[in-house]
């Protein structure tokens, strides 16, 4: 009788086509994902003009998706622990796919608001569950960039947004551009039938010849055997309330300290993308289109998640953070300062790998920290409170642009918060993550560490 460690058999497969499907899986939700989310900006202007709004009206209905997304990366988040992932990701999409192109469908604010607050809960629940999901497979070497470059599709879904929006608009009208993220609805049937299911959920659940499968899959080298028991250690087994997992085994204050860092990275990212292009256009700079702000920004997104990976594999991930959220305060301080174009557009893009790219990366952090079993539950209520952030970030900066304050001070305002989140991520106790834990465990056997194998499913 064997038994098999699936941590480890995760931990230390080769990357192979099994890995790559769930890559491309991930990575394409996470594009439509990023889509939903950033068509309400491109469409803005247009919605206020047919719909007659004024500017506060059209901030509420643009803020809508927003609340959304707080509530729908909490509680789709918690739920994915117990009906299982690939469950939470099917209505995750079905949510802001449906709900996103029946926002095209009415000309009322108060209908389309309410649209997309439902849109908000399935664009802000997917995340924490494929982050969760890239995590659980990617092999431990290169764990870190495949979830970054896995992230990196909410930045190619903001730029193919503001690339084919202003065509669809100015061709069909704004309805049009809600009407083509409904498309995503279709992909549900081979999503479900492709994309494996968490290893602890199928434990659980004595869903043993799926987890065999998969096991083959994942390490070509696996033999299934009759006799075959499938260990799942004591810290993912999630019993009573999932959040109170998330406090215990001294990870009570890292938790506290995670929400502390997504709430001011979040801040700054919907800082930068409501008010960067107003800003410097009180400056005085001639820049050209607010679209080359999006797509600057986006660029240093994808550059700095893939970067902020890559480094995060080969230096120690914490430490990355904490440089990361150092260069966002260095670089968004210094565009409140009269710079040559050139060296604005390269502090745009800094600012950008440093805000949107570091919260990729932080991310990725979480859904290292916490134990399989709760790894949603704890990236989804991180990225619930980090909404927050995202919600108060434009009224906040909104309501300085108000004072007339000189223009680095506004900068600064938002550079504040990089400061904050470089302190909070300092003082999260690595050790009490669940790579740290089981990196430790392995070395104190000498070999494969099957921690408390306190349930046990056995094939038979």
């Known amino acids: 009788m064997r038994q098999i460690d699936v941590h480890k058999l995760s931990d230390e497969a080769s990357f192979n086509r099994f890995h790559a499907t769930i890559l491309l899986w991930c990575a394409l939700i996470i594009i439509c994902d990023g889509y939903d989310l950033a068509v309400a900006g491109i469409a803005l202007p247009s919605i206020m003009k047919e719909m007659g709004v004024t500017a506060q009206n059209a901030g509420f209905m643009v803020s809508s998706a927003l609340f959304g997304m707080m509530f729908g990366a909490i509680f789709l988040g ?4 117990r009906i299982g992932r690939r469950k939470a990701i099917a209505i995750c999409i079905a949510l802001f796919s449906v709900f996103t192109a029946a926002a095209g469908l009415t000309n009322d604010p108060y209908v389309f608001s309410a649209l997309r607050f439902m849109a908000g809960l399935g664009i802000g629940g997917v995340m924490p569950n494929v982050v969760a999901q890239m995590t659980e497979y990617s092999p431990r070497k290169i764990r870190a960039t495949m979830v970054t470059l896995m992230f990196s599709g909410y930045a190619v879904g903001g730029m193919l947004a503001a690339l084919i929006g202003k065509g669809l608009i100015e061709a069909y009208g704004w309805s049009s551009v809600f009407l083509a993220a409904g498309l995503p609805v279709v992909m549900i049937p081979f999503m479900l039938k492709s994309m494996p299911e968490s290893m602890p959920f199928l434990i659980k659940t004595n869903r043993l010849g799926e987890l065999k499968d998969i096991v083959s899959r994942l390490s070509p080298g696996y033999g299934a055997h009759a006799d075959d028991r499938f260990a799942l250690p004591a810290e993912d087994k999630a019993e009573g309330v999932p959040i109170g997992k998330l406090f215990q085994d ?4 890292s938790t506290v ?36 702000f999006v797509l600057v920004l986006n660029f240093g997104a994808v550059i700095g998640a893939v970067g902020g990976g890559w480094l995060a594999d080969r230096f120690h991930i914490k430490y990355v953070l904490v440089g990361m959220y150092a260069l966002a305060a260095v670089s968004i301080t210094l565009l409140g300062y009269k710079v040559p174009p050139g060296m604005l557009f390269l502090l745009v893009g800094l600012a950008g790998a440093s805000t949107i790219g570091t919260q990729i990366v932080t991310y990725a952090y979480a859904g290292q920290f916490y134990p399989m079993a709760v790894r949603s539950t704890g990236i989804g209520w991180a990225s619930g409170v980090g909404r927050s952030g995202a919600i108060l970030a434009p009224i906040v900066i909104g309501t300085l642009v108000g004072m007339a304050l000189p223009l680095e001070q506004n900068f600064m305002a938002i550079a504040i918060p990089a400061v904050i989140a470089t302190v909070a991520v300092l003082l999260i106790d690595h ?10 465990a392995e070395e104190a056997a000498g070999g494969p560490s099957f921690g408390s194998l306190d349930q046990v499913a056995t094939s038979k």
């Not at 918690?78 to 622990?81: H, K, M, R, S, V």
């Not at 997504?262 to 256009?281: G, Q, R």
Request: glycine fraction near 8%; hydrophobic fraction near 55%.
């Open 257 to 292: 300290m995670f929400w502390v860092a997504f709430f001011m990275c979040l801040f700054m990212v919907y800082a930068l993308s409501s008010w960067l292009a107003k800003l410097m256009a009180s400056a005085g700079y001639s820049l050209g289109s607010a679209l080359t």
């Open 250 to 253: 001294g990870r009570g204050f």
């Open 431 to 440: 050790k009490r993550s669940a790579s740290a834990q089981q990196a430790a």
């Open 78 to 81: 918690t739920i994915a622990d």
